[in-house]
């Protein structure tokens, strides 16, 4: 019997956390293992509890998420952290996922696409709610330092490129095969060679490096 994926749930909301948690209660491949109100709760759960994902709300007292999954990652650098949240803010975007967060998805969505995105993260998979990948694009090339910024020499091969450029855009394994017309275990395969060219840690990392070297 598969083992299920432990989730970690934080929120500074009683109902909404409560809530969230029965509705996954009610999916077979998952299990929630623990309850956090605040950033230093979820801490202190993270180390106890050991999760394999954590959902993290990005506005908390004591501390905030941002905070939080920041120092998560650092001790449970297996943990994967998706914040859950109702601010599409620009700065809460960049800053969770360079805090190491894996995704950045909205409290609105559907419960089966919550599941979804919950067993494509314990996979390795990271995800973007559609206008949060907009904006997060947006945010970087905004900024004076990205502006008519001219591509940079890589180490990548042509087709290496047409996928780094298509996953800055917040494009799945299946989006991307689909335009390349190439199967997903291709696009796998590249997108790991990817990250092992450019030293870097995971999907996040590579579509911040493309906007950030006029790659995208």
């Given at each position: 019997?598969?083992?299920?994926?432990?989730?970690?749930?934080?929120?500074?909301?009683?109902?909404?956390?409560?809530?969230?948690?029965?509705?996954?209660?009610?999916?077979?491949?998952?299990?929630?293992?623990?309850?956090?109100?605040n950033g230093q709760e979820a801490i202190a759960q993270a180390l106890d509890?050991?999760?394999?994902?954590?959902?993290?709300?990005?506005?908390?007292?004591?501390?905030?998420?941002?905070?939080?999954?920041?120092?998560?990652?650092?001790a449970l650098p297996t943990c994967q952290i998706i914040m859950l949240t109702?601010?599409?803010?620009?700065?809460?975007?960049?800053?969770?996922?360079?805090?190491?967060?894996?995704?950045?998805?909205?409290?609105?969505?559907?419960?089966?696409d919550l599941v979804q995105a919950i067993k494509l993260a314990h996979a390795?998979?990271?995800?973007?709610?559609?206008?949060?990948?907009?904006?997060?694009?947006?945010?970087?090339?905004?900024?004076?330092?990205?502006?008519?910024?001219?591509?940079?020499?890589?180490?990548?091969?042509?087709?290496?490129?047409?996928?780094?450029?298509?996953?800055?855009?917040?494009?799945?394994?299946?989006?991307?095969?689909?335009?390349?017309?190439?199967?997903?275990?291709?696009?796998?395969?590249?997108?790991?060679?990817?990250?092992?060219?450019?030293?870097?840690?995971?999907?996040?990392?590579?579509?911040?490096?493309?906007?950030?070297?006029?790659?995208?």
């Amino acid at each position: 019997m598969t083992a299920k994926i432990r989730i970690l749930l934080v929120d500074d909301q009683y109902l909404i956390r409560e809530g969230i948690a029965s509705l996954l209660e009610l999916e077979a491949a998952v299990e929630v293992v623990g309850i956090a109100g605040n950033g230093q709760e979820a801490i202190a759960q993270a180390l106890d509890l050991k999760p394999h994902i954590i959902l993290m709300d990005v506005r908390m007292p004591e501390m905030n998420g941002v905070e939080a999954t920041a120092q998560i990652r650092q001790a449970l650098p297996t943990c994967q952290i998706i914040m859950l949240t109702t601010f599409d803010d620009e700065e809460f975007i960049v800053q969770s996922l360079l805090a190491g967060a894996c995704g950045y998805l909205m409290k609105d969505i559907p419960p089966q696409d919550l599941v979804q995105a919950i067993k494509l993260a314990h996979a390795g998979v990271y995800q973007l709610a559609p206008e949060v990948a907009g904006k997060l694009i947006g945010a970087l090339k905004h900024k004076p330092e990205f502006v008519a910024k001219p591509p940079i020499e890589t180490p990548l091969t042509a087709r290496e490129l047409e996928v780094l450029k298509l996953l800055a855009k917040g494009t799945t394994n299946k989006g991307i095969a689909q335009a390349l017309y190439v199967s997903e275990g291709t696009v796998k395969n590249h997108v790991s060679n990817i990250l092992m060219r450019l030293d870097l840690r995971d999907r996040t990392q590579a579509a911040i490096y493309a906007v950030e070297n006029g790659l995208s």
